[in-house]
């Protein structure tokens, strides 16, 4: 149960719905999910793969026939979003893979929602069709053209009823505006504008154009044997329209405030954890380098995720984090073998729960952590088809790092780092979450009484 989130540490969560893919030899890397995001009202849910393709899924109406199904979610919509292309200028493929979605506040009864991959940010109209026009005068009902001297009389055209159809069309195309690999999008307060983060910068964009963007940060050197770190993610404030933050490859954290300059490269504020001397070691820093930064619903908080932690800054004290959570300690020992195998530098992201009180991040073995920050509590959580069958309650598990192992812990010398949540989403407002384990999203709710 996720219930205000401390009945969640009461050790149980239902699994109510469960779809895409299934986990099977036959997987494609096409089929990886790469991302998952809430609309903001929590009614649809998109997924982007590494085959360049958006799923749309829309939560059921409760009905008082089928109270078990409590608004489960089914597909809404599919569509292409990106196709694979080649820069021939430098000689490169440019990956259909999505990297990020972002939706659009709704204004009507369409909704908007932002893809991007490696170079193209895209804005999707997503609309419902059930009536279709007859009765054209220079066309028959196939659409081919009439003769127009064939034409005795004028007819008035019609709107028949249809069954339902779901269109997804391209509205906008964001593109030729970076040079390097994008790792963030972020729709601004004023829904006017949002920015794109690569590498070494950030753009801001406005929705009505397509064919320029501002750069309002640069951190590029004049000689790149110079650069000592990267941008690895990005977010506007949720309210405040000129603030906005950036992660750095240096455990870093930047805000900004776009009324001091233009362009934002010096910072507003700075937040930084001085490392522990006696925890240093070659890959010190590798796994400070932060995967994932979220501003807190009420925007007071910054949420950082980096390979071990996610800590917890308050806006206000930039020497040190308010709160640090270790995801999976009992790695430590083991960063040796993560390097070799480039688990090191896997990228997690973290969400918070509507109303801030807890957050979510994932691990490898296809588990995922959950944090009470109000009581301290953790629990850690397993989406697998073996043991998340419909309506089923999930069982908390443990990681055993030596000695002798109790029936229900699981040693860490066994865990299977192919299997990792990168991507997880929190609905807005209710006990819901989504979970992408390789191929499959695993969607859970809290139990029912």
């Known amino acids: 149960c996720l219930a205000g989130f401390g009945s969640l540490m009461q050790d149980v969560l239902w699994c109510f719905s469960q779809v895409k893919g299934t986990i099977d030899t036959g997987v494609t890397e096409a089929d990886i999910i790469s991302t998952v995001e809430f609309n903001h009202t929590g009614e649809l849910l998109a997924t982007g793969d ?154 801001l964009w406005n929705f009505e154009i397509t064919n320029q963007s501002f750069n309002i940060v640069d951190i590029k050197p004049a000689n790149m044997e110079e650069l000592t770190e990267v941008i690895t993610a990005a977010e506007f404030h949720p309210h405040h329209c000129n603030t906005f933050v950036y992660s750095s490859s240096k455990g870093t954290i930047r805000l900004c405030d776009m009324r001091t300059a233009a362009l934002c490269d010096r910072h507003a504020k700075f937040f930084e954890e001085p490392e522990d001397p006696s925890n240093r070691s070659f890959f010190s820093e590798i796994i400070s380098s932060i995967s994932d930064v979220k501003f807190s619903h009420s925007g007071r908080y910054i949420m950082t995720r980096d390979y071990l932690t996610v800590k917890v800054w308050d806006l206000n004290m930039e020497n040190r984090p308010i709160e640090t959570y270790q995801v999976h300690d009992y790695l430590r020992s083991k960063l040796c073998s993560l390097y070799e195998n480039d688990c090191i530098f896997d990228k997690f992201e973290c969400v918070w729960n509507g109303s801030d009180s807890v957050i979510m991040t994932g691990s490898y073995n296809n588990f995922f952590r959950m944090f009470d920050r109000n009581t301290k509590r953790d629990v850690t959580l397993e989406a697998s088809r073996e043991n998340s069958k419909p309506r089923a309650i999930l069982k908390p598990r443990k990681v055993c790092v030596g000695g002798k192992r109790r029936k229900d812990e699981i040693s860490v010398d066994s865990l299977d780092f192919s299997k990792k949540i990168l991507h997880t989403a929190w609905h807005p407002s209710e006990n819901i979450i989504a979970v992408a384990a390789t191929n499959n999203l695993y969607i859970f709710q809290d139990k029912v009484n």
Do not use: C
Not at 150 to 168: G, H, K, Q, S, Y
């Open 50 to 203: 590494k085959g360049g393709r958006v799923v749309i899924f829309q939560r059921e109406q409760e009905s008082k026939n089928q109270p078990h199904r409590r608004g489960e979610y089914n597909v809404y919509s599919t569509f292409q979003s990106h196709e694979p292309e080649f820069d021939y200028l430098k000689s490169l493929e440019i990956e259909e893979k999505i990297n990020k979605i972002r939706w659009l506040p709704q204004q009507n009864a369409a909704y908007f929602l932002l893809s991007t991959n490696d170079k193209t940010v895209k804005l999707w109209k997503v609309s419902e069709r059930d009536k279709r026009p007859e009765g054209y005068n220079l066309k028959d009902e196939d659409g081919r053209l009439r003769d127009p001297s064939m034409i005795t009389m004028l007819r008035v055209p019609v709107l028949r009823p249809m069954d339902l159809m779901v269109e997804a069309t391209p509205r906008r195309v964001f593109a030729n505006a970076h040079t390097y690999h994008i790792n963030s999008i972020s729709v601004n307060s004023d829904y006017e504008t949002y920015m794109s983060a690569d590498d070494l910068r950030i753009n």
